[in-house]
């Protein structure tokens, strides 16, 4: 599709496809077909309505919404504004869910009926709100709240103002490890930029049709699948949320072609039950990142699809990334031409071939990555040490320039000398094949540095022992990173978006009802 410098802005997108397209369907809902013009008509009756209540250019709009076609409406009618959309994860509540609306300066809040529970215990504390609009059966919460209907039913008439490619488009808030959520600001052409990436990594045309599963909420949903869906012209299946049992059965009903997986996704349809017709789907592609090389091979013969893999994080988007005809099961892939990268020590000095580093980027495109921690100027500055983009994430590379990830800076461990990839330990132990999944994070030795505590789900009607679990490692893991400690769970804690919440589980240490191989049950 070809992006002149006036649209290149979310909404510019949107309209040149409605211009184009007209009453081709682009969004399928629960069996519910929208066409270009139809959510592009209703993105500017949002718009109207929202200018009425006030909001201008630069102004924060909170969104706290479940996967539905308001929550497009919304986001693409916040964007004809200029205005900076505030997506909310919808599991938060209480003192972090305030500090987020309150942190990001957000003038309004558009809140699905759902979560407003959520909202009637922190309201008092809400004070920079003007508006609440709500949308499902009406919750007056207080005398600022209004029904979505009165900013939806309009003729979408607004007053447009000049929005560039390089003004703010959202506020993507990234889980905060020592200190509180940051939030990072993206400008419009940070997710056009992320769009053509994944478009090139995954071949996209407009014969394809993108399933999206993740919560909108999430930057992989709106970047990584909608924002390339649109782009490429292809059709798209907003489904409510990921369901590994209604999964391959929504992918035949609706001839879907690609999915985007984060997490562990893939271990999670790998490990249901065999049928017959597993390789007989309409999936080309899939893209996401973490695939180790037992599972993307197995996953692959299993289902008949291709795994193209990168990897990224909110702030920088996609530097590194594989394709259809460029793959190596376990890399994230080669470096982008859009950016610059290298992978240091402690010190800052560069580290040579296969030798784990942070990686450090900065691109070559111009607003291509985010433009601030929201009102955290020092952590902006911290970031941006040297003029290099600091990730916290350890990775290598191989003498083809092939990348690797290696673990987070910050779930690293270092147990009697040895340093220790919790992604690697996981690996292990995800590897028995009564274990569903797992996590591993470091807890205090009585030794000095870190013990190596894992964190186990079964899959269901599964049993194993720790003794089992441990004598299992030890054939096939070094030594030093056989865990010391077991902890088994029904579920382990994790975000809407499949990701383990770790900070919790380190929180809570060593359990009365943790296994340790060098005593016994505590």
Request: aromatic share 10%; glycine share 8%.
């Amino acid at each position: 599709m070809a992006m002149t410098y006036e649209n290149r802005t979310v909404h510019g997108v949107v309209e040149q496809l409605a211009a184009q397209k007209g009453d081709k369907n682009f969004l399928t809902y629960e069996g519910q077909l929208y066409s270009y013009t139809e959510i592009n008509n209703a993105a500017g009756q949002i718009a109207a309505g929202l200018q009425k209540l006030g909001v201008k250019k630069n102004d924060k709009v909170a969104i706290m919404m479940s996967n539905r076609p308001e929550f497009l409406f919304t986001w693409f009618g916040l964007s004809k504004l200029g205005a900076v959309e505030v997506p909310v994860n919808t599991a938060h509540k209480g003192a972090l869910l305030s500090y987020m609306i309150n942190m990001s300066d957000s003038v309004i809040l558009v809140l699905e009926t759902a979560f407003t529970e959520q909202i009637k215990d922190i309201l008092p504390n809400l004070t920079k709100l003007r508006h609440i609009v709500i949308l499902g059966d009406m919750d007056k919460l207080d005398d600022r709240t209004i029904s979505y209907c009165d900013i939806s039913e309009n003729d979408g008439s607004y007053k447009p103002c000049l929005v560039l490619r390089s003004d703010p488009c959202a506020m993507m808030f990234t889980s905060g490890t020592t200190g509180p959520s940051k939030g990072a600001v993206v400008p419009h052409n940070y997710q056009l930029v992320m769009a053509e990436i994944i478009c090139g990594m995954a071949d996209y045309s407009a014969a394809d049709c993108l399933y999206n599963a993740l919560p909108l909420f999430h930057g992989n949903a709106q970047t990584l699948s909608t924002m390339p869906a649109l782009i490429s012209g292809a059709r798209m299946v907003l489904a409510k949320r990921f369901s590994a049992t209604r999964f391959w059965d929504d992918i035949r009903r609706y001839n879907c072609t690609e999915f985007n997986y984060i997490g562990g996704i893939l271990a999670i349809l790998l490990k249901a039950e065999p049928r017959d017709d597993d390789a007989s789907n309409p999936i080309r592609v899939m893209v996401g990142a973490g695939a180790n090389k037992e599972i993307f091979t197995a996953f692959e013969d299993r289902f008949n699809v291709q795994l193209v893999e990168g990897y990224g994080m909110s702030e920088i988007g996609t530097p590194l990334n594989t394709s259809p005809g460029d793959r190596r099961p376990g890399s994230c892939g080669t470096l982008n031409p859009g950016y610059q990268i290298k992978l240091v020590d402690d010190d800052g000095e560069e580290v040579g071939i296969d030798t784990p580093g942070e990686l450090l980027i900065r691109p070559l495109k111009d607003h291509s990555m985010m433009l601030e921690y929201y009102k955290m100027p020092e952590k902006t500055v911290e970031a941006w040490q040297n003029l290099w983009f600091h990730t916290g994430d350890y990775l290598r590379r191989d003498k083809d320039d092939y990348y690797y990830f290696v673990d987070r800076k910050k779930d690293a461990l270092r147990r009697r000398g040895e340093n220790i990839s919790s992604f690697e330990v996981e690996q292990g132990v995800n590897s028995h094949p009564a274990v569903l999944e797992s996590a591993a994070v470091a807890v205090k030795s009585e030794l000095g540095e870190d013990e190596v505590l894992v964190c186990v789900a079964l899959k269901k009607g599964e049993s194993l022992s720790a003794a089992e679990l441990i004598h299992y490692c030890e054939k096939h893991m070094a030594y030093f990173m056989v865990p010391r400690f077991i902890r088994f769970m029904t579920v382990l804690p994790k975000t809407p978006t499949e990701r383990v919440q770790k900070y919790r589980l380190r929180e809570e240490g060593v359990t009365v009802d943790t296994f340790d191989r060098e005593g016994h049950l505590l």
